[in-house]
């Protein structure tokens, strides 16, 4: 019985200490960028590379990352949650010139184009850069828009994301 009652505890325990669900650690590697960087020293993003990361690891997380774009570049700005198998994020994506005032050029929510049988919830920002600069996007939830006090630390908000020419 004692024997029966321990292994119990121990599985008990075990299971106890195994939380929420992970991401594949091959498929999501993100430096932490919260942590590491902020909005004045992001990761560094190629136009056509993709990024994979998540929002998670701290009660708010915000994730930022930069590039170099000419005046007049058509690009846009992808931010993919519903085509990561088991993600939930709702991805809310700022834009930001970096300059002295630090005011995001654009933000978006949910501006994708929809296609069928996917949530919707991705977000795409389609701009022409007005001057040739240094351009910052910064990547958290939805649910921390407009909350000082809300909280999205779930493992599972994987995002893609993107920055192409149009």
């Given at each position: 019985?004692?024997?029966?009652?321990?292994?119990?505890?121990?599985?008990?325990?075990?299971?106890?200490?195994?939380?929420?669900?992970?991401?594949?650690?091959?498929?999501?590697?993100?430096?932490?960028?919260?942590?590491?960087?902020?909005?004045?020293?992001?990761?560094?993003?190629?136009?056509?590379?993709?990024f994979k990361g998540?929002?998670?690891?701290?009660?708010?997380?915000?994730?930022?990352?930069?590039?170099?774009?000419?005046?007049?570049?058509?690009?846009?700005?992808?931010?993919?949650?519903?085509?990561?198998?088991?993600?939930?994020?709702?991805?809310?994506?700022?834009?930001?010139?970096?300059?002295?005032?630090?005011?995001?050029?654009?933000?978006?929510?949910?501006?994708?184009?929809?296609?069928?049988?996917?949530?919707?919830?991705?977000?795409?920002?389609?701009?022409?850069?007005?001057?040739?600069?240094?351009?910052?996007?910064?990547?958290?939830?939805?649910?921390?828009?407009?909350?000082?006090?809300?909280?999205?630390?779930?493992?599972?908000?994987?995002y893609t994301l993107?920055?192409?020419?149009?």
């Amino acid at each position: 019985m004692k024997r029966i009652l321990s292994s119990l505890i121990g599985l008990s325990l075990l299971l106890a200490s195994c939380g929420q669900p992970q991401p594949p650690a091959s498929e999501f590697n993100e430096v932490d960028l919260r942590k590491d960087t902020t909005r004045d020293v992001p990761a560094e993003v190629a136009v056509d590379q993709t990024f994979k990361g998540t929002i998670a690891g701290q009660d708010r997380d915000f994730d930022y990352y930069a590039f170099d774009a000419d005046a007049d570049a058509r690009l846009q700005i992808n931010v993919m949650s519903s085509s990561v198998k088991g993600s939930t994020l709702d991805p809310y994506v700022k834009l930001y010139m970096v300059s002295d005032d630090g005011w995001p050029l654009l933000e978006k929510d949910d501006d994708n184009v929809y296609t069928p049988g996917e949530t919707g919830l991705d977000s795409e920002i389609r701009f022409n850069a007005p001057v040739k600069g240094r351009y910052v996007i910064e990547v958290t939830s939805f649910k921390l828009v407009n909350d000082p006090e809300a909280t999205d630390n779930n493992p599972m908000n994987l995002y893609t994301l993107k920055v192409s020419k149009r």
